[in-house]
Nanobody
């Protein structure tokens, strides 16, 4: 069992930055592939970024490539999402998720545990 708690969301102007954190607890957190997803009002939840257990492999959606960076500190059981050059279309609830599988997946159904989400609002 893994528990995940996101933090770091808030209101920011377009062009600004935020860093989200996802603190994990439970057994073998460092062995999980971790992902960030987001859900805007009226839209489906979508993949944003993912990172394998070692941190050596990452994946980003086209919409955030070059602006967002995912990283993890296994000693602290924490995953981060650094978001730069934010746009109003980045406004959403951001969720972190943990996947016990070996493949870095973009699919929601492959992730086993989810946090409660943190709101990010980007004003124009």
């Amino acid at each position: 069992q893994v528990q995940l708690v996101e933090s770091g969301g808030g209101l920011v102007q377009a062009g600004g930055s935020l860093r989200l954190s996802c603190a994990g607890s439970g057994r073998a957190f460092s062995s999980y592939t971790m992902g960030w997803f987001r859900q805007a009002p009226g839209k489906e939840r979508e993949f944003v970024a993912g990172i394998k257990w070692s941190g050596g492999s990452t994946l980003y959606s086209d919409s955030v490539q070059g602006r967002f960076t995912i990283s993890r500190d296994n000693a602290k059981n924490t995953v981060y999402l650094q978001m730069n050059s934010l746009k109003p279309e980045d406004t959403a609830v951001y969720y972190c998720a943990a996947d016990a599988g070996w493949v870095l997946s973009v699919l929601l159904r492959d992730y086993d545990y989810w946090g409660q989400g943190t709101q990010v609002t980007v004003s124009s």
